[in-house]
């Protein structure tokens, strides 16, 4: 896989998760929007962008926010393929919504087709915590390679922090592809100089 100058400024990121635990709220709160206590579920796709500067260039962030509802879940499947990477959210107040962190997690595997960067983020933090300790130590030993992040998109904290890491990966991964593809053509160049 090769990146062109350009696209590796473009990065586009897929947000999914049950429902209810925040996704909406999280984009519309990393997007600058107001935290709404009561959101309406999410019905089909909805897609926002925003600049952030990374390595001292200016990258447009898309974000795909997707509907968790069950029945509506098939909707979202062309945006896991187009995607850059994946933002999964579950809600700390919810042992359901991160009992089934390992469903999602085959859901990326199917419909993605190829290995992208991940991230995990446990969101409403500032209500009591309900998930138990050695619970989610177990889960992530299990999925070391997948990064965690807590955030609250009620107070705000720590959204910042888990969208830069994310798309820091795959600004990283699109440059060194980047650099790959121009030793190639530099080596084929040379090689037919010779
Ligand atoms: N206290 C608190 N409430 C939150 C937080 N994030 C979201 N909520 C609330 O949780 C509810 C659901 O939030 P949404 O952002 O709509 O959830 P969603 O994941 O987009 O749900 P779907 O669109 O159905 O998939 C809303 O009432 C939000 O106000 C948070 O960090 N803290
Ligand atoms: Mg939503």
């Not at 107001?34 to 447009?60: H, M, R």
């Not at 926010?65 to 187009?82: F, H, I, M, P, V």
């Not at 983020?121 to 889960?139: A, S």
Request: proline share 1%; aromatic share 10%.
């Amino acid at each position: 896989m090769s990146y062109k100058f350009q696209d590796i400024k473009k990065i586009s990121l897929i947000l999914i998760g049950e429902s209810t635990v925040g996704k909406t709220s999280l984009m519309r709160v990393y997007n600058d929007l107001k935290f709404e206590e009561s959101s309406l579920a999410t019905i089909g796709i909805e897609v926002y962008t925003k600049n952030i500067q990374i390595n001292e260039e200016v990258c447009s962030i898309k974000i795909w926010d997707t509907c968790g509802q069950e029945r509506l879940r098939a909707l979202s499947a062309n945006y896991y393929r187009k995607a850059d990477g994946v933002i999964l959210v579950y809600d700390t107040t919810s042992i359901d919504s991160f009992n089934n962190l390992d469903y999602w997690l085959k859901s990326i595997k199917f419909y993605c087709k190829r290995d992208i960067p991940i991230i995990i983020i446990g969101n409403k933090i500032d209500l009591e915590n309900k998930i138990d300790k050695e619970t989610l130590n177990d889960f992530m030993r299990a999925h070391s390679n997948i990064p965690i992040f807590n955030t609250s998109a009620k107070t705000g904290k720590g959204i910042n922090e888990a969208f830069y890491n994310i798309a820091q990966t795959i600004y990283n991964i699109k440059k060194e592809y980047e650099i790959i593809e121009l030793t190639d053509d530099k080596f084929q160049n040379d090689s037919h100089s010779c």
